[in-house]
């Protein structure tokens, strides 16, 4: 694929370093690239300026300079827009994304990067004085007590049969790309991210029989019948309050979210070296 216009979307909370972002602006401007950026304080004669509604339906591809949140949060937009993400860590873990800043030299491979498409949910939330409304998460959709040290009641169904009931902290409810954030911090199970499934993972269970983390084919339609006061988050993005009796629907996403791959390290092998 050829790339004309190149977004460089830097993190918006933790200044990215002036010396590494104009390092990797060099770099493309010399490949023959027009560069945009969402960050006023970037522009100069050869970075122009362009608002972040609008800056990703404008340019073929994103180049994101920061870490796992910064990645989320241009993925809300790029996936509306379709337009392919290339992460450069700036951050702490950096999982998400695909170069660490001293290999920004392989942007010089661009043309030849793979496009890897990643599974999408949409997450739907109803309570009782609470109407519909849905968010799209890359990672995963949390649910839990509004109280810190309460106790929730969830009842899982999958394509309307029931699957499973507990009260205990809560769920999380992943994709293969969330597989390895908060959902393997309770023992849930890594995914590959080339397959397509659910994962369902219970938080802290108070019950005696073994309550196991679950996948689910991604035809599926999972819902979750909740009692109590509860705070849904889809990828951080807080739903409003719920209260008393709602539900919560997950299903595959009709969008997808393109990741630019430029190395040939086989996923198990990038998670080893960010996860030890």
Avoid at 7 to 12: A, E, K, T
Avoid at 72 to 93: H, V, Y
Avoid at 160 to 171: F, H, K, L, P
């Amino acid at each position: 694929m050829t790339y004309q216009n190149i977004l460089l979307y830097p993190n918006q909370r933790r200044p990215v370093n002036k010396e590494d972002f104009e390092k990797v602006a060099t770099l493309l401007h010399g490949m023959g690239y027009t560069l945009f950026t969402t960050d006023p304080t970037f522009v100069t004669d050869e970075i122009h300026y362009l608002p972040a509604e609008t800056a990703f339906s404008k340019c073929n591809a994103a180049i994101v300079l920061g870490g796992d949140g910064t990645m989320l949060g241009a993925a809300s937009r790029a996936r509306l827009a379709g337009t392919p993400l290339l992460g450069i860590n700036f951050g702490t873990l950096g999982y998400m994304t695909e170069l660490e800043i001293s290999e920004c030299h392989l942007l010089a491979k661009l043309e030849q990067a793979r496009i890897e498409d990643r599974m999408l949910l949409d997450v739907t939330a109803q309570g009782e004085a609470v109407s519909p409304s849905t968010i799209t998460a890359l990672n995963e959709a949390v649910i839990s007590h509004a109280a810190p040290g309460a106790m929730i009641r969830l009842r899982l169904f999958c394509d309307g049969n029931e699957v499973c009931s507990y009260r205990g902290d809560g769920m999380i409810i992943s994709t293969p790309t969330g597989s390895s954030a908060y959902n393997l911090s309770v023992g849930g199970p890594i995914i590959d991210p080339k397959m397509n499934a659910f994962c369902v993972a219970p938080m802290a269970p108070h019950t005696l029989a073994a309550m196991r983390p679950l996948i689910f084919s991604p035809d599926s339609v999972l819902q979750v019948e909740i009692e109590g006061d509860v705070n849904v988050t889809a990828d951080s993005e807080l739903f409003p309050l719920l209260k008393g009796k709602s539900v919560l629907t997950v299903k595959r996403s009709a969008d997808t979210l393109k990741l630019l791959k430029l190395k040939n390290a086989g996923f198990y092998e990038a998670l080893m070296k960010k996860l030890t």
